[in-house]
């Protein structure tokens, strides 16, 4: 097998780390970039060039399989054998051991002594404590002392602590890493596309627990009737034209009821979770690679080791503090396949947001739980224009933003940012129709500035809205003028909202057949940024002078 360029430069930056220094190497590939062939072709140089003993560490059993697979494919004479209670396999005596780590972690010296230990999926090895990646390795040095190993993983932090690699860890340093937007370049990795979606939840109020939300909470959030039934809607609209879609749920009573609601939309939907009967659950994923089944909702199965290159839409209906778990699901989607240009990204739990883009995750230091910084902007809800975070109103619309609340010690608001750094699409949809009506604000004093809300309906599931403020004085008034003018027949703007609301229903206001729809990832909302208009539109004349108020 031919390694890919980068492939061979990690094992390459392996070997220069390993002869120039005594600690122990870390290499950082993108899920899907192919981290296993860089594994098997150290197991080879090992036993072939260096006489050495081999052993390869993961967690996950489809892993293991992969791991056994490729090995053999780059070195079919490898004397390699499987140490698994999952794969019902307990072999002791081969010169390449591949084991799960839930099932020798106890066992150290049954294996017997190894010159090298490779781990995949290496953020898992804790920081400190003991854990059974720790309690298994030092016991294995006891029985080596000079044994070496070597980390493979797609994200080296964890959410407590931090990066993986330090000094006084198991792995020290990162010796080699490339990223995503840069295979994605070259063509080994799927491109990402991303839609803000119109529902994505305030999780102020979720406590954190091991790093993470606590489960009860962010499923209570998110189960609610109404958001499930809309956001299933969005979903189904939004992933129209995808063949594959991975939904990702909160808990099992929040999955199923996902499971309801989109059966509404189609027949070809499935949920797997953690106790499905294993007959089962393999039928429903060769079915979904298979591309039998259009819609697979679960709940924190399908993250790591999961290999479905045809997945073209992944959504992420949890929210998670978790910045490897939000890579792994978004991860899901890197695959390249025949079938797929890109995979969409639907994200109703705010993870982009809170995370940044997939591409430049980076970990913290962590001071007493909480990551440093602070936001750098906000958006207004009603007009989604971004400003600045100290605005107590928006100079576009007028919005009075509400005392800010105090947020929980964990959260950080970061700033807005699409889920492949620097993304931004532009997407036209034909308008089935148009309403114009007047909009106040919820308990707004009754002099309060009234606004005209404009929705433009594209079809069942799916309308897009955006408002223009003729009662706001200042910059604010001077937007609305400039939208007046270049949107209705002439004369003089109005001054209030319901004389606008009248004039447009009155045919003052040309009426687009389409409109562009400008979507950043990771904000909430969007933006109409450009309309379309059936050839020579005339704007008729009010039939009367009189405004009937």
């Not at 330090?166 to 990402?192: H, S, T, W």
């Not at 964990?410 to 114009?436: C, K, L, M, W």
Request: hydrophobic content about 35%; overall charge neutral; aromatic content about 8%.
């Amino acid at each position: 097998m031919q390694l890919r360029p980068y492939q061979q430069a990690a094992v390459d930056a392996v070997y220069r780390h390993l002869r120039d220094r005594d600690d122990n190497p870390c290499v950082v590939i993108p899920t899907a970039g192919g981290k296993t062939p860089i594994l098997a072709t150290i197991v080879r140089d090992a036993i072939c060039s260096w006489q050495g003993r081999v052993l390869i560490l993961s967690h996950v059993r489809e892993l293991l399989q992969q791991a056994v697979d490729k090995i053999t494919t780059i070195f079919p004479d490898c004397d390699i054998g499987v140490y698994s209670s999952g794969l019902n396999s307990r072999e002791t005596q081969k010169q390449c051991i591949v084991a799960g780590i839930q099932s020798v972690y106890r066992r150290a010296s049954e294996l017997g002594k190894f010159d090298l230990v490779i781990v995949d999926e290496a953020h898992l090895i804790p920081i400190n404590g003991e854990g059974m990646y720790r309690k298994f390795l030092a016991e294995m040095k006891a029985i080596n002392p000079i044994v070496r190993v070597i980390g493979l993983t797609a994200t080296p932090y964890r959410m407590s602590t931090g990066t993986i690699c330090a000094p006084d860890n198991i792995l020290n340093e990162v010796c080699f890493e490339v990223g995503i937007k840069e295979l994605m370049r070259d063509g080994y990795l799927c491109k990402l596309r991303s839609k803000s979606t119109r529902h994505v939840i305030d999780t102020d109020g979720l406590h954190i627990r091991g790093g993470e939300f606590v489960d009860s909470e962010a499923e209570e959030l998110m189960d609610r009737k109404e958001l499930v039934e809309s956001a299933c809607a969005e979903i189904a609209g939004y992933a129209r034209d995808r063949k594959s879609v991975l939904v990702f749920c909160c808990g099992v009573k929040h999955a199923k009821n996902v499971l309801a609601e989109l059966r509404k939309f189609s027949d070809s939907a499935e949920a797997v979770f953690g106790d499905t009967l294993p007959g089962f659950r393999e039928e429903c994923l060769e079915n979904f690679k298979g591309g039998k089944i259009k819609y697979l909702v679960n709940v924190g199965v399908l993250t790591t080791g999961f290999d479905a290159p045809n997945v073209d839409c992944v959504v992420l209906l949890r929210p998670t503090a978790s910045p490897g778990l939000y890579y792994q699901m978004v991860g899901r989607g890197f695959r390249l396949h025949p079938d797929k240009p890109d995979c969409l990204v639907l994200d109703f739990g705010g993870n982009i947001v809170r995370h940044g883009p997939v591409d430049c995750i980076r970990a913290e230091n962590r001071d007493n739980g909480r990551k440093k910084g602070e936001a750098l902007g906000k958006t207004c809800p009603r007009c989604q224009e971004t400003i600045a975070i100290n605005a107590g109103i928006c100079p576009c619309c007028g919005h009075v933003f509400s005392p800010a609340k105090k947020k929980p010690a964990h959260d950080q608001e970061p700033s807005n940012a699409p889920v492949i750094s620097g993304e931004v699409t532009e997407e036209e949809y034909e308008v089935q129709s148009v309403r114009f009506s007047v909009h106040e604000k919820r308990d707004a004093p009754p002099d309060a500035p009234k606004t005209v809300r404009i929705d433009y309906r594209i079809n069942m599931v799916q309308s897009f809205s955006e408002w223009i403020c003729p009662e706001h004085s200042g910059y604010v008034r001077r937007k609305f003028v400039e939208w007046w003018r270049e949107h209705a027949s002439g004369g003089v703007p109005p001054s209030t909202a319901a004389e606008a609301v009248w004039l447009a229903n009155e045919g003052a206001v040309k009426l687009p057949t389409h409109i562009t729809v400008r979507s950043v990832a990771g904000e909430k909302f969007l933006r109409i940024s450009g309309r379309r208009y059936a050839p020579e539109t005339q704007l008729p004349e009010p039939e009367t002078d009189e405004i009937p108020f």
